[in-house]
C-alpha cells in the first residue's frame, strides 16, 4: 500500500488567483490598465450558465473588467460571428470566450477560428494550437495549463518521466500532450481506440484521465506511486441517492495505489478558471507589448 498524497487544486487556484490579483493591481497603477474578458453563452444549459457565472464573479474578484453577452440559444450563427467581430474589434476588450457546447445550428470551429488569436483566451484557434505544439508564444488552453501547474507542484522537474494521456480532445487531450513533451516527458497518448488501455495506463509515472467516462479508471489500471491527475467531470445519480461529481478514476480505488491524485470537485476544476483570469491578463500585455507579469 501507498500512502496516497491529494493534490489540492482550490489551494493552488487560490494562489494564482492572487497573484493575478496583484499583477491586476500593478498594471492599473502602472499603466492605467484593467484587463477584460466578453464572455458568450448561448443557450440555458444549466452547467454552462453555472459556469460562466463563477467564472464572472472570479474576473472581478481579481480586479478584472467582465463583458457578459447572453443570447438564446435560438440565435444564428451569423449573429454570433458578428458578435465576435465587435468584440475583435473592442479595445477594452483582451479576451473573447465563447461557452461550449453550442447549439446545433452553430459550426464551433467556424466560432473559434473567428475570434483574433490574440484574444483567444482559451487557446483554441489554429494559430494558437500551431504555436503550442512548435513551441512558439502561444495562450495556453486553461485545464491542461492548469494540470501542468499541478503536476510541477506536486513533482517539481518533470523531465525524463513517462507521461499516459487518456484522451486526444483539442481541448484537453492534445495540448497536455504537448505541455508534458515540453515539459520533456516521454508522452503516450491513449484513447478509445486503443488496444489494451489498462497497460497503457500502468507505464505510466504521470497518468492524465481525461475520457469523460465517470470511473472508468481502476485502481489496477496505476502504477504504484504514480501521479494521476483526474480532468473528469462526470454528474452521476444512482437510483434513490442524491446526484454526485465524481471524476474518470475510481477514486476509492486509487487511494493506496497512487502517489498523489487530484480529487473531484477540489483538483483540476478550479484551476481552470483561475488560469482563463491569468491568460486574459497575459493577453492584455502582449496586445499593448507591455512587460508580462510572472504569473
Known sequence: MVETRLIDGNARAAALRAAVAAAATALKSRSNLVPGLAAILIGDDPASRIYVRNKGKAIIEAGLRSFEHDLPRATSESELLALIARLNADDEVDGILVQLPLPPQIDPQRVIEAIDPAKDVDGFHALSVGRLWS???ALIPCTPYGCLLLLREALGDLAGLEAVVLGRSNIVGKPMAALLLAANCTVTIAHSHSRDLPALARRADILIAALGKPEIVHG???????????????????TGAKPRLVGDVAFGEAQGIAGAITPVPGGVGPMTIACLLRNTVIAACRRRRILEPEI
Open 135 to 137: 513551441g512558439g508564444e
Open 220 to 238: 489496477s489500471w496505476i502504477k504504484p506511486g504514480a501521479t494521476v491527475i483526474d480532468v473528469g467531470t462526470n454528474r452521476i445519480a444512482p
